[in-house]
Structures are given as C-alpha cells and as structure tokens.
C-alpha cells in the first residue's frame, strides 16, 4: 500500500495497492486473483472497481474479466486515501438538496469541515454522514473519507456529491478524475480582472508554508490547473465573478486568483483579508471592515455541479443559492456604489 498526501485534490485517484503478478502466474480473471490478495474485501467491490475503470495493469484500466499475467504490475486506483484514523458517526445537521440509492447532493454551509483531519477529527460532514447513511454498506467499512470523491474549503459554501455504494463512488470518482464534471463557483474577488479569463498555472505546496497552496506557473512542480471565469457584476473595488473549473487542485480558485492580483474578498491565506483597493478616507475604510464583519470568510460559495449518473446514464444538474452573508456582502457593495457620495 502506497503513502498518499496529507490533502485531497478534488478529483484525484488515490493508490491503495500495487502488485506485481509472479512470473509463474497461470491466467487468472483479475477480480479472482486480487480478492485472494486483498484483506477485508470482496468480489463485487473489486468488479466495481474495474467497471469504473479504477483497475490499472501496466498503466491501463482492465475490466473484472481480464486474465492476469506473468509480470502484471496491478494498482488499485480510489477517489479516497487509505484508512487513517476511525470515525464515529455524529447527529448533525445537513442539508440535502436530492437523494437516490446511488448518491445524494449535500449543500455544505461554511464553517463545516468536510472531512476529519488533523485537529478536526469530530463535527466534520463525514461524521454527519456516517450518522444520516449508518445502514449504508460503504458507512461501514470503516474509511476515513466513505463516499467522498470530491471536497470544498471549510469556510466555502455549496454543493457536494457523495457516493452510497462502491459502484458509484468509482464511477463519480473517475469522471472527476476525466474531467467530465461540470463544476461552478461564485467568488466576489478584490478589483475586475476583466470580463473573462483563462487562468492555467501548477499548484502545489507552497515552499514556504506548507499549509497553503502556491503557483508554479512555469511547470517546475505542483500539478496541472485550470480556472475559467467571467465578470457578473463589477462593484467598483470588487467583483462578483463565477468561476468555472476544468481541474479540482486544492485551494485552486482562492489561489489562482490571488495569483493573477485579484484576491478572493476576507481571503486570509492569500492576502483577501487587507484593503487592498479604494480610498483611504475613514469613512471607506469603516465600510471595508463593516464588510469583513458581514462576511467573515473567504467570498465562495459552490453554486453549480453537473455530472453523469452513475446507474441511469442521464447528466444530472444542481445549483445552490448564495447563503446569506454572501447575499448580504454583495447587497452592501451595491449599495454604497448607488450612494458612493453619502459614505
């Protein structure tokens, strides 16, 4: 079993094993062959794996009937790392907007840590949905991310899918991984970068600071992304934008952003916290920090989500309000552009 990264790319595959077959191996369909090499596990789970493509041998998926060889290097490819730590299920509150015996679309208020970590190991969603799908098989096995194949801030708001069985947390897990998503955000964001925009740029850990993010806009490390966006509403010393995502990095849009000089709004890991534009008359910079107060977290909110049902085939689509801090924020910048002379 490999070692993983302390932190989850949303849309990223995961190892959990890898094996090479020996060279005397006779032909042996691969679901046979792994299910006497794995512990805890079974047939079914291993056939689910394979049919959402997560089964590699020599670099290339295999379906659950694909005759073992001589020499095979097998890996087994999840949308969640390895067991880290046990769970315990928690009665807590949560928003679910659609529920089928495939999935169900959670809609994550701020503030909620989506899965247990290092000092956030209780309150988290994941504990929240060991409690809500406590029947579920896959709620049982004891992992410390059940169902996730894609994560948001703590302080982001909006939508999640999470997966009820193995089949459909394979499936979701590689169409995130293909890119075959459709995910949205709404930002408000210091200053107009221009009514639309390509962002593409490596994230990885930042040098520095490794709890933070960093660009490596010439390849030298981090992995691949790319952030679109569009202007929706320009208010004067900040925008409201919606960013659209072909990659899921961590902290990709509040990084990016800040990469291109237009921090996301009381961003305090990347530098949206400050006054960063506008005049420094009193009565403005009191209106800024009256801002702050309203919305004090980084202005993000998952407003969009599209994919492919795992069992039906149909694409199917969600969208979230803006909470309420977010709505309030942007109503108070309005505002004070209509009377910018009475401030």
């Known amino acids: 079993m490999s070692k993983t990264d302390d932190h989850i790319d949303n849309g990223e595959l995961f190892e959990h094993y890898r094996i090479e077959a020996d060279a005397r191996q006779k032909a042996l369909r691969i679901d046979k062959f792994l299910v006497n090499r794995i512990d805890n596990t079974s047939r079914t789970r291993i056939q689910n794996a394979a ?9 290339q998926p295999v379906k659950p009937n694909y005759k073992v060889k001589p020499g095979d290097i097998i890996q087994i490819l ?10 315990l299920p928690e009665n807590l509150p949560l928003d679910i907007l659609y529920e089928d015996d495939s999935l169900l679309i959670v809609n994550k208020e701020a503030g909620m840590v989506v899965h247990p970590g290092v000092g956030n190991y209780t309150a988290t969603l994941v504990n929240a949905l060991m409690y809500h799908l406590r029947d579920i098989p896959l709620f049982k096995t004891g992992e410390l991310r059940p169902g996730l194949v894609h994560r948001i801030d703590k302080n982001t708001s909006g939508l999640l899918v999470i997966a009820k069985t193995e089949y459909a947390l394979n499936n979701l897990g590689r169409q995130f991984y293909e890119h075959n998503t ?16 390509t962002v593409t740029g490596n994230i990885g850990r930042n040098p520095r600071n490794r709890k933070l993010m960093y660009v490596f806009p010439d390849g030298s490390d981090g992995k691949p992304a790319v952030t679109h966006y569009r202007l929706i509403e320009d208010l004067s010393y900040v925008s409201l934008i919606e960013c659209e995502l072909e990659t899921g990095r961590t902290h990709q849009i509040r990084v990016h952003m800040s990469y291109l000089k237009h921090p996301l709004f009381n961003d305090p890991d990347y530098g949206g916290d400050k006054i960063l534009r506008g005049t420094t008359f009193t009565k403005y910079q009191q209106f800024v920090r009256n801002c702050f107060n309203i919305m004090p977290r980084q202005a993000l909110h998952a407003r969009y989500l599209s994919f492919i049902h795992p069992v039906s085939g149909k694409r ?28």
């Open 51 to 59: 049919l959402a493509g997560n089964i590699i041998v020599n670099d």
């Open 78 to 87: 999840l949308a969640h790392p390895p067991r880290e730590t046990e769970i």
């Open 182 to 197: 459709g995910r949205k955000y709404t930002a408000v964001v210091w200053g107009n970068p221009g009514d639309s925009g």
């Open 316 to 343: 199917m689509e969600f969208e979230s309000k803006l909470p309420d801090d977010m709505s309030q924020l942007i109503e108070k910048w309005r505002n004070y552009i209509a009377g910018r002379g009475k401030l």
